[in-house]
């Protein structure tokens, strides 16, 4: 995900503005340029489409997932590659990547790559293209899934994406760089998170942006009430989890919320008990809690289910390490001196702590 782009005041808004060449809710430009060099051509209504725009010199992480989806999905979705660079550069690339890139991929014209999005908007770029043919949605690959899972659950549509949008603007000119009023822009932006969730109560990135900005601004309680009113029976698996781990990497203790992340974390390995990335979040927790053992045979489960990833294995070598070291704590705590008294120091000033990054390009 990239950091959300700066937008200072009314007047830069204004010159930005005509660079958002399609907003939510428009008629996607056809593709009637479009030069197919992979699987046959498609039309952009009649089902949901995956418009990912990329290049040979900014190309996708995402190839292999676009390609599953292509294919799990096939009946209710088409995912769509396109390029506006020269047809000797691209097809040899397209050949290179083989069965990694296996769904529709085509050539199209300058005009009409800007007729979608400014030419200078940073690659790769994902469209979701809705069965009437209406941009419902556009951001960055790392950011589909949570969009995709709930248009095809049909939780969100079109029409609360496009209400949403303005205010997601809003919230990226706000929460973006460094300004003089930075308080009083990120307690306008919080408000503006609290006004995505009265219209959408599941939405991740207004969950995941107003919790992050309750630490910015020390609001313990903002904090605790937004995860505890998130309609946890409605949530998908990947977002439940999603907010766990988000929770998981919060540095100031008094903002994780164990309790209730834990929720989270519980409710994605329930719904989805073969999804390897959920049984590594449930035993982080398990491991917080002191179920060494436990965490560990969950992390054996998450390890057999995908085993190639590299971090499920230092993880669960992480666990057993740690499950070594016990007798030799418990031998060293024996011999700790008690009760030690604490000499006073002369207070010294804590440095300030680093800011925290602000959520890459807030997305409803």
């Known amino acids: 995900m990239t950091l959300p782009r700066l937008r200072l005041g009314l007047l830069c808004a204004l010159l930005a503005s005509p660079l958002a060449a399609l907003d939510i809710g428009e008629k996607a430009p056809a593709l009637a340029d479009a030069v197919w060099i992979k699987d046959v051509p498609v039309q952009l209504t009649g089902m949901i489409s995956v418009v990912e725009f990329w290049s040979t010199t900014a190309t996708s992480d995402s190839f292999t997932h676009l390609s599953e989806l292509q294919h799990t999905l096939r009946d209710r979705l088409q995912v769509i590659g396109v390029s506006s660079e020269a047809a000797s550069v691209v097809k040899p690339f397209v050949e290179g990547e083989g069965g990694d890139m296996d769904y529709h991929v085509a050539i199209i014209g300058a005009a009409t790559a800007a007729s979608w999005m400014p030419e200078k908007e940073e690659l790769p770029r994902i469209f979701i293209v809705d069965r009437q043919g209406r941009l419902a949605w556009r951001g960055d690959p790392g950011d589909l899934d949570s969009i995709l899972d709930r248009i095809l659950a049909g939780t969100l549509d079109t029409a609360l994406l496009a209400r949403l949008a303005p205010l997601q603007d809003e919230i990226d000119t706000l929460i973006d760089g460094d300004h003089a ?6 307690e306008k932006a919080l408000d503006l998170t609290k006004r995505c969730l009265a219209l959408d109560p599941i939405n991740l990135k207004a969950i995941v942006t107003r919790l992050w900005l309750a630490e910015q601004l020390q609001h313990a309680d903002v904090a605790l009430a937004t995860l505890s009113a998130v309609p ?12 766990a781990l988000d ?22 390995r329930m719904i989805d008990p073969e999804k390897a990335a959920y049984r590594d979040t449930y035993a982080r ?4 809690a002191g179920m060494l053992a436990e965490a560990i045979a969950e992390q054996k489960s998450a390890v057999a289910l ?11 070598e992480y666990y057993q390490t740690l499950q070594t070291l016990r007798p030799r704590l418990a ?9 030690a008294p604490v000499e006073a120091h002369e207070a010294v000033a804590a440095p300030a702590p680093a800011p925290v990054p602000a959520p890459a390009g807030f997305i409803p």
């Open 181 to 186: 009023n930075g308080q009083e822009r990120k």
């Open 232 to 243: 946890l029976a409605t949530l998908g698996a990947a977002d439940a989890n999603a907010i």
């Open 247 to 268: 929770r998981l990497a919060v540095e100031n203790p008094l903002f994780r919320l164990p309790e209730l992340a834990y929720a989270f974390s519980l409710r994605a």
């Open 285 to 288: 927790f398990l491991v917080q």
């Open 306 to 316: 995908n085993p190639e990833d590299d971090t499920l294995v230092a993880m669960l």
């Open 331 to 339: 031998d060293d705590i024996t011999h700790l001196p008690a009760n």
